[in-house]
């Protein structure tokens, strides 16, 4: 059970578009469509941001949205805003009632 | 309303164990599960281990079977965490999450730092 793998940091301005990639195998992103997102402040709990690849939980603005390719999943993040810094981690399914996390990106906004 | 609220932070001498409690109000022991993540200073999110009411088991990452243990008691609605021969690195935030079984974490308690240190 390797950590998903993210790239350490990304930044953007406000109100441009940001993608976060989470590349996991083919026996855990790339088998499942159970990848899901959370957004972490810190001190804080961790939020659940999209699930199922592409789903949002009500209450998650609609910039945020999810997709998934081969053993890939990304995170995209458009008209970004100043409170959507924060760390972004990926978590997929990885079987018999396992989870992995990726090593989480830290959002930067300009 | 789903509420999960953990137990107080706890100081531990290494090698010893530590017990951490999520006590569930709303809808969770009938139709979810409930999972443990912690968080060590200056890293990410680790996925630790679950218990399925619905089953009666528990899951573990490789990495921690044999030091932990998941439990729940459905009569309070209280998930524990139970970790043994702690070390320094077991510092950590150590947070429960509602689990829709298999899919992903919905609500998640507010967090228990845990500090191993002599």
Redesign the interface.
Known sequence: ?S?LTQTASVSGSPGQSITISCTGTSSDVGFYT?V?W?Q?HPGK????MI??VSKR?SGVSNRFSGSKSGNTASLTISGLQAEDEA?Y?C?S?AG?????????TKLTVL | QVQLVQSGAEVKKPGSSVKVSCKASGDIFSNYGISWVRQAPGQGLEWMGNFIPIFGTSSYAQRFQGRVTITADESTSTAYLDLSSLISDDTAVYYCAREVYGAHLDHWGQGTLVTVSS
């Not at chain 1, 709990?45 to 659940?48: F, G, Q």
């Not at chain 1, 018999?96 to 989480?104: C, H």
């Open positions: 059970q950590a159970l899901s959370y972490h709990a961790p939020k659940l699930y199922e939980p760390d981690y978590c399914y018999s009632s396992t989870f992995v996390f990726g090593g989480g």
